[in-house]
């Protein structure tokens, strides 16, 4: 293995062992905070938080991580690009671990743009594939449009509280009686669902299955798709308890559950099945987390750890499945065991858990989440959506896991084989978790309880972990879903083609996606020819005309009173300026030669120069007058190798142009008018004179202003005469290359 491929497995796997040494600490009631002012004038603290909560998470993404890391090294061994696609997982994670780390809405908010823009690189990375660019981009696109939404509801959340802090809004209780309440939880929940895509954003997430493998693995398990079950856990104490949050997480979370369940029974791909049944948990996950009870919250952490562990593990031999025998064709495969036993016994430990099998994790947390769908106000929904969508896992767990193994073997690609110990350990390791755990419930408790605790918002409320629970409706609940799953597997081919049927008679979300975006470039398009007409003088003409009407609506919303004109007190100096800038002016307007007009024009901008010098602003003065003579030799320059103006062709009068001109002017002068008309407000200055030299060390107020308070807008206009002269240089460039170009295919021709 390649220092790329050892080195981001091994540093993940170091903050593992830092994380899990805190566990101890976490898991006693305690929590640890970082914080350092980031944007203090806008309350923005880059703060993280270590609570129950974000411990699991940060331990499930480090400790997959470093596994599927270990994993991909092999998997992707001699890949040419293998460097690039670790540095994109490597960044991924740390995405993922700021975002449930962080303390801060903002903070939160930029880790959560950051988790969109790597998995788009990574869903991606196959990037000669349009069909892996396409689904990047359909992932990006929505997903972002989500970010979007969330980043307005954090901002009504911090500015109604006065805190963007999530602890200090957590510790306040729910904001259901707040009259921000409902817009708040709506553009949350837009956010929420489009990262973990709920019905009807689902369908980004079965397209991100042209990822590798590892991608998938890691996606599916600990990551991205479970950033939005992050945030509706951790905004639980804040959002929760509204009859809108527990309708509408159970509805979605239920429709998603039910959906995803059938639809995973109709592939064929084993990569496509897992995906579904990815959307199947997340469902789950949001239809648990709709309630407040604490059966309903240790049944939805115990499942996401649960789920993490079985799906990584799942995915994982499907990746050694498809190395071996290059296919994952669910019909295709059987009899794999008899070559590929290591890989067998994890997938078949894996789906066990998936299927709620005692003793395996996956049962106590099945067993957990049906004690709380029956404390639900809405129980009798929730309990028949959590057993048709659990029914039906039981028969797709088998399909994954049985039938490619133990079932009858088609005709394979190539002859397979073991897998080597790479890529074996991280499924093995998985999938024994998920045993261990169930034998042991207490050390998953350590790790689950805390969590429930942090989403719960108070200590000890939750649901205990057991094995053995007795005999209650929660293990009858069990009982009759082995059974139902057990009859749905050995019916499965016929449902297969049933569930075709009525999808091709059903809505194509993905189809809509795609027409949806052919519609918006349509309209685009259309845009573009109305406005980018090409000519510069209606681009003029539209730019002054928005500034018009701007500044008139806004001198009739003030109802503008009478203006004074202080005239009298003109010097002859003053006067002579004046006349100087009217008769410039004059100049351009009449003359019929381009090197006159550039020069009245400068003309023009000396007097506006000799202005700023007699009102003691020498420095802009200066800027001014360089300016104006640069433009002047520049534009002089080049008029002379432009050709003679047509006179005859062009239009000398313009009446519009000019009524448009003497508008701006009036309006203008209007303005600055009343500006010096009005009491001067000393408030800004006082501001500038009193900070500059100590926050900014410097004594030049106007340069402190430009360099330091005004640092991004500076940088902007330095970044565009960059730019420009970049593109100058380049079309400079290129206009001598085609003339050269040029020169010799007419040698060429005359030869």
Known sequence: ????????????????????????????????????????????????????????????ITGIGALVMLYAARYLAGHKQFARFALYLFLFMLSMLGLVLADNLIA?????????????????????DPKSRRNALQALLLTAAGGLALLAGFILLGLTQGTFEISVLNAGGSLAGSAWYLPILILVLLGAFTKSAQVPFHFWLPNAMAAPTPVSAYLHSATMVKAGIYLLARMHPSLSGSEVWLWTLTLFGGVTTVFASIMALRQI????????????????????????SGYAITGAMAFLFVHSLYKAALFLTIGLVDHATGTRDADVLGGLARVMPITALAAALAALSMAGIPPFLGFIAKEVAYSGATGSPLWPLVILLALAANALMVAVAAIVAWRPFFGPQGRLPRVPHEGPWAMLLGPVILAVLGLAFGLLPGLAALIIEPAVNAVMGTPDTGGRLKLWAGFNLPLLLSVVTLALGAVLYLRHQTLRERIARLEARGPDFDAGWDRLLEHFM??????????????????????????????????????????????????????????????GTVATLLTSSRVTAIVALGVVGIGVALIFIIYSAPDV?????????????????????????????????RPLDAVLAVGVGAATTVV???????????????????????????RNIVNVILVDFRTLDTFGEIAVVVVAALGAYALLKGGRSLVRRSGDAAEEENK
Not at 108 to 128: D, M, P, Q, R
Not at 282 to 292: D, R, V
């Open 621 to 653: 003065a200066i800027t001014q007058l360089l300016v104006e003579l640069l433009i002047v030799v520049l534009f002089a320059v080049a008029a002379l190798k432009l050709p003679m103006l047509d006179r005859e062709g062009v239009q000398r009068h």
């Open 269 to 292: 791909d084993l990569k496509q099945t897992l995906a579904y049944t990815t959307l199947m948990a997340l469902g789950t996950l949001t239809m648990l987390l709709g309630g407040s």
């Open 108 to 128: 939160l908010f930029v880790f959560w743009e950051l988790t969109t823009f790597t998995s788009y690189l990574l869903i991606g990375f196959s990037h000669a």
């Open 672 to 698: 600055l008018m009343l500006v010096t008309q009005a009491p001067f407000d000393r408030r800004l200055t006082e501001f500038f004179e009193a900070s500059s030299y100590p926050d900014a060390h410097g």
């Open 1 to 60: 293995m390649t220092f790329a491929g050892i080195a981001p497995a091994a540093i993940t796997a170091a903050l593992f062992v830092w994380f899990l040494g805190h566990a101890p600490t976490i898991a006693a009631g305690g929590s640890i905070r970082w914080a350092w002012d980031w944007i203090p004038s806008l309350q923005v603290t880059l703060s993280f938080w270590l609570d129950g909560l974000s411990l699991m998470f940060a331990l499930l």
């Open 522 to 583: 349509a309209v685009a398009k259309g845009q573009t020819r109305i406005i980018q007409t090409g000519r510069l003088r209606d681009y003029m003409f539209v730019t002054f005309g928005v500034l018009l009407a701007a500044i008139v609506s806004g001198l009739l919303a003030r109802n503008v009173g009478g203006l004074e004109l202080a005239l009298a007190g003109l010097s002859v100096r003053e006067w002579g300026v004046a006349g100087l800038i009217v008769a």
